[in-house]
């Protein structure tokens, strides 16, 4: 089951501020993904946040299709409502207004992925 990391680039010294807004965080109101025929495609295990200084990440746990989960965060009113109270603390605005724009920041803000051990694919000897 993947992991994708997304990236935010904060204004330093608000990491506590931040920590609020996401303590106060309205989950989605399905963990079911779609593909873009409308398919059951997949589901969200978990999320986790990190920040140090100017950088905070997402990790996102999932299966299916990563653009699988940017269409179905960006149709979701708790992540706008996050979105919204998170951009006085970004370093830069970024229009995640609609569904075709958070996609392409979600794509845009993802690291690349250089490793994924789980003990199903790598098991001890």
Do not use: W
């Not at 990440?57 to 940017?70: N, P, S, T």
């Amino acid at each position: 089951m993947p992991y994708a990391a997304i990236t935010y680039d904060v204004q330093p010294g608000h990491e506590d501020e931040i920590a609020e807004i996401f303590a106060g965080f309205r989950r989605v109101d399905t963990p079911e993904l779609r593909d873009e025929s409308g398919r059951p495609s997949g589901r969200l295990l978990g999320t986790a946040v990190f920040i140090k200084d100017d950088l905070m990440v997402r990790i996102i746990h999932y299966e299916g299709d990563l653009a699988d989960v940017a269409r179905h965060m960006s149709r979701q009113s708790g992540v706008h409502a996050l979105e919204e109270k998170l951009a006085p603390y970004l370093k830069r605005r970024r229009d995640t207004g609609t569904e075709e724009a958070f996609g392409a920041y979600f794509r845009n803000a993802t690291m690349r992925c250089i490793s994924q051990l789980s003990v199903e694919t790598h098991p001890a000897t």
